[in-house]
């Protein structure tokens, strides 16, 4: 067996994916801080979930939600291996030579994340990119990339203004979302009304830094880290042989589990267990902040979708007789099918630990240090020693990092 099989999350793949913090946006153009291709790709994913649930809502589309969250994940992986093709280039080459070039990208992703070669996910991303099937989930996709492209140039375009082909970028993203307007969901972002309200207010996750109390390279924001998280999540469901359903639950359950943090703000951990009752009371406060400001932005059908993924985020649970129940434990096999809609909440909490000493580890290895960041790389691998939870081996992962810890 593979250590993909073996342990659900390689430290090959799990570094890969911390490359795309290093990723710079715009680099060539006047911006602010804190474009990377880790936050536009988790903004892209959250703007097609909206674009998605539109689809189905308005348009009775029936989507295969397991293809938009691997076509995510493969399009995220293809853009971090062709990283330093500029976009008209890289869009320009695909229209060309796609082909090709994917060819060599599922080379260069399999040298550079060996524990993915001869993967089940290999054989279904060489599917997504060669084959013609799924076309409405692929829209989706492209609209959601180009919709978060679209809220990163509205912010330059001011500071660039008047320097050379600016004008022609605006006008090519413009053409590139009118290419999608058959969709409901670019319909209501268009219209400037609570859509767009809400993809902005989720926006504001990428400037919302990780261990704001320490130094640290590369940085993190709030929305890069719940992509880590979703990812990891994904993949520790695919590796316990989750149902679909769980499967989608588990990557959402980490897209959306950092949410009410867009009005809240990171409320560190340490703060949250000095006061007995603290945590409860900031829960409290988050979902009474959550239904006042951001849910009233989403449409009535959704709005318990979106609390069941934040309000009990590290809970594992099943929604059955149309209600949520929390599940102590591992979740039963007999609940492991679509209809109970299974989130591994534990799980999930497993990887958004691991996605935080994973932050401190990247930035040791960089040599940028901090009590704060050294700290986390003895505490955590120490919490989790031995420990399973739900059928992924969290001490086994983590001793990875001790096997070789220059990398």
């Known amino acids: 067996m593979t250590q993909l099989e073996t342990l659900g999350l390689p430290k090959d793949l ?10 710079q946006r715009w680099n060539d153009h006047i911006r602010p801080q804190g474009f990377t291709e880790l936050d536009k790709q ?3 994913m959250m703007i097609m979930y909206v674009l998605a649930r539109y689809e189905e809502q308005d348009h009775g589309a029936k989507l295969d939600w397991e293809v938009l969250v691997e076509g995510g994940i493969f399009e995220f992986l293809h853009r971090i291996v062709l990283t330093d093709i500029k976009p008209p280039v890289f869009h320009e080459l695909m229209r060309e030579k796609g082909p090709l070039l994917n060819k060599w990208v599922y080379r260069e992703l399999v040298r550079r994340v060996p524990s993915l070669e001869g993967s089940p996910f290999m054989e279904k991303m060489k599917q997504y990119f060669d084959g013609d ?4 989930e692929k829209q989706i996709l492209r609209a959601a990339h180009y919709l978060a492209t679209e809220w990163e140039f509205r912010i330059i ?9 600016v004008e022609e970028i605006k006008s090519a ?11 409901a969901g670019v319909q209501k972002i268009a219209m400037n009304g609570k859509t767009r309200k ?3 207010l989720i926006g504001k996750l990428r400037f919302q830094k990780r261990w704001s109390q320490s130094p640290r390279v590369p940085e993190t924001s709030v929305m890069g880290h719940v992509l880590v998280v979703a990812i990891m999540g994904y993949f520790c469901a695919q590796k316990i042989g989750a ?3 769980r499967v989608v639950n588990d990557f959402l359950g980490g897209l959306w589990h950092d949410l009410p943090e867009v009005l809240t703000r990171d409320i560190i951990s340490p703060i949250k267990r000095s006061i007995e009752g603290l945590d409860d009371l900031i829960k409290e406060i988050e979902e009474r902040q959550m239904k006042e400001i951001l849910l009233p932005l989403l449409p009535d059908g959704w709005q318990k979708d979106i609390l069941n993924f934040t309000m009990n985020e590290f809970r594992n649970r099943i929604r059955e007789d149309g209600a949520i129940h929390i599940i102590e434990g591992d979740i039963p096999d007999r609940y492991n099918e679509d209809r109970y809609e299974p989130i591994d909440g534990e799980m999930l909490k497993g990887c958004d630990h691991l996605a935080a000493f994973m ?3 990247v930035s040791i290895q960089c040599g940028i240090t901090s009590s704060h960041l050294s700290n986390v790389l003895i505490t955590l691998p120490a919490r989790y020693e031995g420990k399973i939870i739900g059928g992924i081996p969290f001490g086994k992962i983590y001793q990875q990092f001790a096997e070789n810890p220059k990398g």
């Open 14 to 23: 799990i570094q890969f994916v911390f490359e795309a913090a290093h990723i």
């Open 42 to 44: 988790a903004h892209k």
């Open 133 to 136: 099937t799924h076309p409405l």
């Open 157 to 165: 375009y001011r500071m660039n203004e008047g320097i050379f082909g």
């Open 173 to 183: 993203i413009a053409d590139e979302i009118e290419e999608h307007y058959n969709l």
């Open 198 to 200: 809400f993809v902005d």
């Open 243 to 245: 149902c679909r359903g």
């Open 359 to 361: 932050e401190a580890w």
